[in-house]
């Protein structure tokens, strides 16, 4: 077990950073309406979120673009693991062929 | 915490969890070994790696940590970075505080701890459904912490062993994962306003800014619409 001063606490800093923006949220519920317009946008803030975070790489070329319309259309008729091996095979493929 | 609610209970929503997460317990493995041997290419013991899946446990914020690795570690410009990449969860925590309500005030200090971007999706998913409870929750939090952290902790053992992912595609699982997830939260045309917000502002501001402002800029463009767009019904209900 070697721990490196300097890396044990900028360890403990990205920790403590992130455990205050996670428990921040239980701070903020309590202040903010539980109703109407306030109400809405947390009701959509999973798919905001969750759109966010992939659009970039869905769309970072030909390949992933049609992977990810792929993923799309498979994803009611099967089981989320078969879409995410459905997807990777299809990006893997075309990013072959693209070169 | 009910103490009267039987114990199979607690098992069956336990198992319920576990089978949930499954998926993105596998999604997660190559991330987690890459993670791994990156930090030890930067420069990062085996233990250091391990020490901080165990306590940061946020896998967008840890990758990009390593990437910014120096000797020796500015502390203060990685915690800031780590603030940034995760304020998301600001907004995150704020929404699943009102499904909590089955955990004791102790109970949501820890359960947000677990709070990834996978675990909190799955979680809100269950709540439309039935209460959340601690059991569930746990369920989910459990297999992908452990996982999390000792496949780290392998991924820096073995040094590099996955060195380039997008060569197997494997950079690609996490955002199918991704569409997966959204799809349990499909309701119809009002969805697809605010994906499309959210993936127009995540897009420009990717090409535009450099570091982790996608996220939160998405994620604000998608909820503004959701906002603006809400119906008479939800707008007049005033607590």
Redesign the interface.
């Known amino acids: 077990m070697t721990f490196d001063p300097a890396t044990l606490s900028a360890i403990l800093a990205m920790a403590l950073a992130t455990y205050l923006t996670r428990v921040g949220g239980l701070w903020l519920a309590g202040r903010i309406p539980s109703s109407g317009r306030v109400r809405a946008a947390l009701d959509a803030l999973p798919i905001a979120v969750l759109v966010a975070v992939i659009a970039p790489s869905a769309t970072a070329g030909p390949a992933e673009i049609v992977a990810a319309l792929v993923a799309i259309l498979a994803v009611r008729r099967l089981p989320l693991l078969a879409v995410v091996v459905l997807a990777v095979a299809c990006v893997v493929a075309l990013r072959a062929l693209g070169g | 915490m009910t103490e009267t609610a039987l114990p199979a209970r607690h098992i069956g929503d336990f198992r319920a969890g576990v089978i949930a997460i ?2 993105l317990v ?2 997660v493995i190559p991330f987690a070994l890459i993670l791994g041997a990156n930090g030890v290419a930067r420069g ?2 085996v ?2 790696v391990v ?2 899946s165990a ?4 896998g ?3 990758f990009l ?1 390593i990437d910014l ?1 120096t ?6 410009s ?3 970075t ?2 940034l990449i ?13 499904k ?1 309500d089955r955990f004791s005030s102790g109970g ?2 820890l359960a ?2 677990f ?1 990834a ?1 996978e675990i909190w ?1 799955l979680a ?2 269950r709540a439309l459904d039935r209460p959340l409870t601690p059991a569930f929750y746990a369920g989910l939090a459990v297999p992908l912490y452990l996982n999390w952290v000792l496949l780290t902790g392998l991924g820096a053992a073995l040094g590099g062993l996955v060195d380039d992912p ?1 060569a ?16 349990g ?2 309701k119809g045309r ?2 697809l306003a ?2 499309a ?3 127009a ?3 420009a501001v ?2 535009l800014v450099e570091g982790a402002w ?17 119906g008479p019904d ?6």
């Open positions: 499954l998926p596998v999604a990062l013991s233990s250091e020490l901080m306590l940061v446990f946020a967008s914020s840890q940590a690795w000797h020796p570690a500015p502390a203060l990685l915690g800031a780590a603030l995760n304020l998301r969860h600001v907004l995150m925590g704020a929404s699943l505080s009102g909590l949501r200090l947000v701890f709070m971007d999706a809100e998913r997008a197997f595609g494997f950079d690609f699982a996490f955002t199918a994962v991704f569409i997966g997830l959204v799809a939260f499909w009002q969805s605010v994906a917000a959210s993936a502002g995540a897009i990717h090409a996608f996220v939160i800029a998405g994620a604000l463009a998608g909820v503004t619409v959701a906002a603006l767009t809400a939800k707008v007049e209900a005033r607590p």
